[in-house]
T-cell receptor
Framework: EAQVTQNPRYLITVTGKKLTVTCSQN?????MSWYRQDPGLGLRQIYYSMNVEVTDKGDVPEGYKVSRKEKRNFPLILESPSPNQTSLYFCASSSEPYNEQFFGPGTRLTVL | GQNIDQPTEMTATEGAIVQINCTYQ??????LFWYQQHAGEAPTFLSYNVLDGLEEKGRFSSFLSRSKGYSYLLLKELQMKDSASYLCAVIGNAGKSTFGDGTTLTVKP
């Protein structure tokens, strides 16, 4: 089944404890992206990747890191999480930037 | 940068037609998408417009006017399951995507 997977789906952590949210797609897509969604707001792009080893900042990259060492994986790293990073995170992929994006199921992160 | 505006909430009656508008101001434009998002779920693709005009797909249609920075999503024969948030998104330069805050549609019997 063609899909985007994210892990973990739910995470409660404390301020300053490094964490990684994994994202993987099995559709051989070139483009991958991370978004956060907060109540009453749409999706805000954190980072995106046009291809392996190519990443660019979205609108809200502060406090996040990403890497794209393989085509299928695009992990999101929070080196020192803070409470303002409490949010719902979505990973997405598409065959190219101008095609529809397929979204993962989301990761609900709470930083205490 | 990109700025996208769409109404926060709309209410319509089952069986009716509803139009959700989206206006945008962008530094680059490579297409406009509409996604549907049910509460607690991931967004799913509805439509894509890159050229001016109307794209029809079953009960859903989407229109684009690039000169006016305007799009709308038209939903016909509304069903209760259409109650969801509808997200307008623009793809700008170099693959950067910007989403509006979404329009929450409530369909009433």
């Amino acid at each position: 089944e063609a899909q985007v997977t994210q892990n973990p789906r739910y995470l409660i952590t404390v301020t300053g404890k490094k964490l990684t949210v994994t994202c993987s797609q099995n559709m051989n897509h070139e483009y991958m992206s991370w978004y956060r969604q907060d109540p009453g707001l749409g999706l805000r792009q954190i980072y995106y990747s046009m291809n392996v080893e190519v990443t660019d900042k979205g609108d809200v990259p502060e406090g996040y890191k990403v890497s794209r060492k393989e085509k299928r994986n695009f992990p999101l790293i929070l080196e020192s999480p803070s409470p303002n990073q409490t949010s719902l995170y979505f990973c997405a992929s598409s065959s190219e930037p101008y095609n529809e994006q397929f979204f993962g199921p989301g990761t609900r992160l709470t930083v205490l | 940068g990109q700025n996208i505006d769409q109404p926060t909430e709309m209410t319509a009656t089952e069986g009716a037609i509803v139009q959700i508008n989206c206006t945008y101001q962008t530094s680059g434009f490579n297409g406009l998408f509409w996604y549907q998002q049910h509460a607690g779920e991931a967004p799913t693709f509805l439509s894509y417009n890159v050229l001016d005009g109307l794209e029809e797909k079953g009960r859903f249609s989407s229109f684009l006017s690039r000169s006016k920075g305007y799009s709308y999503l038209l939903l016909k024969e509304l069903q209760m399951k259409d109650s969801a948030s509808y997200l307008c998104a623009v793809i700008g330069n170099a693959g950067k995507s910007t989403f509006g805050d979404g329009t929450t549609l409530t369909v009433k019997p």
